[in-house]
T-cell receptor, first 111, second 112 residues
């Protein structure tokens, strides 16, 4: 059973398009996260939701909008994609101990 | 805010021990983690240590924590080629903060 799943695994799109990445966790965790990993493998938090409420919103362009329809899902919508958005995006979830469980990642390539 | 630093590269021979070091800045960090990322894969939690411990051993892995120096290390005994990966140190600063701060990752290369 997959604990944290993301779709799609790969996403190739043109500049200017709008795309979404979906994340689901079946661990019953209250908190979910989006991270961006750049080409140098540096990992940076973007957003965090706890019980469907936004609690961390790092300096991320307004073109990125997270949406949490319920506490098991945290989707990431990106408007007007730019070349610099190319990266691997990881979803994660955690409960009280803050041990975060990561999804497999979505590799986004903007052409 | 918290800052977590690691060296970016480490190369060892198969069968030797690997030691990956990490420093952090927030003395109130309560949990410290080591994650492993294999090529093309997500992050996998390897082990973690509470700030009231100074050592934790789990099979080939030994974590040492020097709270005074804010220094964390991960020792992998009898390193195998399958241990080649990027290892991330991460620190959690405490209640009310849901944020893990990650280091930049140490790429471990194991030479056969």
């Amino acid at each position: 059973d997959t604990a944290v799943s993301q779709t799609p695994k790969y996403l190739v799109t043109q500049m200017g398009n709008d795309k979404s990445i979906k994340c689901e966790q079946n661990l019953g965790h209250d908190t979910m996260y989006w991270y961006k990993q750049d080409s140098k493998k540096f990992l940076k938090i973007m957003f965090s939701y706890n019980n469907k409420e936004l609690i961390i919103n790092e300096t991320v362009p307004n073109r990125f909008s997270p949406k949490s329809p319920d506490k098991a899902h945290l989707n990431l919508h990106i408007n007007s994609l730019e070349l610099g958005d190319s990266a691997v995006y990881f979803c994660a979830s955690s409960q009280d101990t803050n041990e975060q469980f990561f999804g497999p990642g979505t590799r986004l390539t903007v052409l | 805010g918290e800052d977590v630093e690691q060296s970016l590269f480490l190369s060892v021979r198969e069968g030797d021990s690997s030691v990956i070091n990490c420093t952090y800045t927030d003395s109130s960090s309560t949990y410290l983690y080591w994650y492993k990322q294999e090529p093309g894969a997500g992050l996998q939690l390897l082990t973690y240590i509470f700030s009231n411990m100074d050592m934790k051993q789990d099979q080939r892995l030994t974590v040492l924590l020097n709270k005074k120096d804010k220094h964390l290390s991960l020792r992998i005994a009898d390193t195998q080629t399958g241990d080649s990966a990027i290892y991330f140190c991460a620190a959690y600063s405490g209640a009310g903060s849901y944020q893990l701060t990650f280091g930049k990752g140490t790429k471990l290369s194991v030479i056969p």
